[in-house]
């Protein structure tokens, strides 16, 4: 035989790659870096936050922030919608509030002898309701119908969102004075519940430093928008097209099973929670640059995604036990697929 015969043909076109990635992220990679500029000429640190607000908007889910007040909640949502290009609109949930100042009324018009209905401000794609928790039930019930099923219904007609619609909540912890619990119902359309704590000492003194020297009087106009409403929902078709093996399916079921048999639990999470952890986990992915959905990335958003929908027992409760340590319990005690 001879050795010096070629096993190929060195004019043959060479085979592409099969390694060569399925989805081309550069358009996703590159919005999101520029969101992050644009919020980090205003807002310092909260890194985190940044980046499950980005997952939030890819996975097509609502947010809610939670914080003790002057912590940044409203500004930053505020900030991130003037990155979008895209309608906005912003309601202050008040205790005298009534369902037909967020979703709209019907007039009557003498001139023509029949009602007109008028959209109230919940019909815009991005929606800050600020301090959620300040109206009771009969206004918070307004929202069951459009964070879910993305339409309401008025007199009959429905009227659906345009796309995207997303709402960012805002609330201020529970024993503050002049609240209200949220109904579990409601809890449970939040994709996240976003815990915003105090900054550190060193981001304290960037926030004091850029005041004293009149970044705090930075207009918001400084802030451009990045996105429109054709290239969101470009990129969450990306999203929904990421490669999940079926052992992390499994992996995120029992995940979420194990909130419903938990000692320290008196209410689990329901089906809505394992929907929300696969498709934050595929959109995280994403935003991480990968095509394909690991177990951390899971585990990084299940305390986001189960804290608000899990109840402890009165007895752990009392013990001082949060939702985020059982979460925690779970993840440690469920093997990890590999």
């Known amino acids: 035989m001879d050795n010096n015969f070629p096993?190929?043909?060195?004019?043959?076109?060479?085979?592409?790659?099969?390694?060569?990635?399925?989805?081309?992220?550069?358009?996703?990679?590159?919005?999101?870096?520029?969101?992050?500029?644009?919020?980090?000429?205003?807002?310092?640190?909260?890194?985190?936050?940044?980046?499950?607000l980005l997952t939030a908007i890819l996975a097509d889910g609502h947010v809610l922030l939670e914080g003790v007040p002057g912590v940044a909640k409203t500004l930053t949502a505020k900030l991130l919608a003037r990155t979008?290009?895209?309608?906005?609109?912003?309601?202050?949930?008040?205790?005298?509030?009534?369902?037909?100042?967020?979703?709209?009324?019907?007039?009557?018009?003498?001139?023509?002898?029949?009602?007109?209905?008028?959209?109230?401000?919940?019909?815009?794609?991005?929606v800050l309701i600020d301090e959620i928790n300040r109206a009771p039930a009969k206004t918070q019930s307004a929202l069951f119908e459009v964070m879910e099923e993305r339409h309401i219904t008025q007199d009959g007609t429905t009227y659906p969102m345009q796309e995207p619609f997303l709402v960012l909540a805002t609330q201020n912890p529970i024993e503050q004075e002049g609240t209200y619990r949220l109904p579990e119902a409601q809890l449970d359309r939040f994709l996240f519940k976003v815990q915003i704590g105090y900054p550190t000492a060193e981001q304290e003194v960037a926030i004091l430093q850029g005041h004293h020297a009149g970044f705090g009087g930075m207009p918001l106009d400084s802030v451009q928008p990045v996105l429109s409403a054709a290239q969101i929902a470009e990129l969450r078709q990306q999203v929904r097209r990421q490669h999940v093996e079926p052992n992390l399916l499994d992996y995120i079921a029992r995940l979420v099973g194990q909130t419903r048999t938990h000692k320290s639990l008196y209410l689990g999470a329901s089906p809505r929670a394992s929907l929300a952890l696969l498709n934050g986990a595929k959109a995280l992915a994403a935003l991480r640059g990968r095509e394909f959905v690991t177990p951390e990335d899971v585990q990084y958003l299940a305390p986001a995604v189960l804290r608000h929908r899990i109840l402890l027992t009165p007895e752990r409760e009392m013990e001082g036990t949060t939702p985020d340590e059982v979460v925690r319990q779970i993840i440690q005690q469920i093997e990890v697929p590999r």
Do not use: C, W, Y
């Not at 990635?21 to 500029?37: C, G, K, Q, Y």
């Not at 023509?112 to 209905?117: M, P, T, V």
């Open 7 to 52: 096993l190929t043909n060195p004019d043959a076109p060479e085979p592409a790659a099969s390694f060569a990635p399925r989805s081309d992220f550069s358009l996703l990679t590159t919005s999101a870096e520029a969101i992050r500029r644009e919020l980090g000429k205003v807002i310092v640190g909260q890194h985190e936050l940044i980046e499950l």
């Open 84 to 126: 979008l290009s895209v309608p906005f609109s912003r309601l202050q949930f008040t205790p005298d509030l009534m369902p037909s100042d967020v979703l709209g009324t019907s007039i009557f018009r003498p001139n023509k002898a029949d009602f007109e209905f008028r959209p109230g401000p919940i019909f815009a794609s991005v």
